[in-house]
């Protein structure tokens, strides 16, 4: 119990000698990956969710200092992004129609630009705590759909098809959520962080080939971050 106390105690005083050896830049500039869980929100009669894909994103982060714990944060990420939908529709084939209902997986690459405000606490021994807000522009570079579709006769036909064409072009989301930085020495830390991506557009083009309705759908996910900065 001893050796455990004195341990802890050890930690504590090594975590606040490290605290008043910060050292806060005006640019830092860091790498991270973010695996994430992803749904689309369809906005079309007929249409509802799926489930959630998983995903992830790769890049590069940049805190700009604007004052004393404030910060923008940026950079750019290559984000692998999935969401399924389940909708009613038709598919011809060598002259036959038939109806079934679609189950379809969106797998969707988009290069993101965060445009972020990011708040941070002073040190706690080795770690400090923040929180971000803000905006993610996306730039649609490759997309591709995985088909189920289920037949009314119980027949199943599965299918992959290129869908760059049918994503729209941007994507625009309000991004928010928090983090933690661990120092490993004056300007270098590990960081871990939970973000909400809340899509704002469509991201669907064309119609569903029985209603003819416009397909829209939103984009969402959650995110978890971690990374370096130097």
Do not use: C
Request: overall charge neutral; charged content about 15%; cysteine-free.
């Amino acid at each position: 119990m001893k050796r455990f106390i004195f341990t802890g105690m050890l930690t504590i005083l090594l975590g606040f000698t490290a605290s008043s050896q910060v050292e806060d830049r005006p640019f830092q500039f860091g790498i991270q990956l973010a695996p994430n869980i992803g749904w689309l929100s369809p906005d079309t009669k007929g249409y509802s969710g799926d489930g959630v894909q998983a995903g992830f994103a790769w890049g590069f982060v940049s805190d700009i200092a604007i004052a004393r714990n404030y910060y923008f944060n940026t950079g750019f990420d290559l984000n692998y992004l999935n969401g399924k939908l389940a909708f009613d529709t038709q598919m011809i084939s060598n002259g036959d129609t038939t109806l079934g209902v679609m189950h379809r997986k969106y797998s969707m690459r988009y290069l993101e630009i965060p445009l972020m405000f990011k708040m941070k606490t002073n040190a706690f021994g080795v770690y400090r705590f923040w929180a971000n807000i803000g905006f993610v522009a996306g730039i649609n570079i490759k997309a591709k759909t995985s088909d189920n579709y289920v037949q009314k006769n119980g027949k199943v036909v599965n299918a992959e098809d290129d869908a760059f064409d049918d994503i729209a072009t941007a994507r625009l989301a309000l991004q928010f959520g928090g983090g933690i930085d661990y120092l490993i020495d004056k300007s270098t830390f590990l960081f871990f962080s939970l973000n909400y991506n809340n899509g704002l557009t469509n991201v669907l083009n064309g119609n569903n080939p029985l209603t003819h309705e416009s397909q829209r759908a939103v984009p969402s996910y959650l995110a978890l971050s971690f990374g370096v900065m130097f």
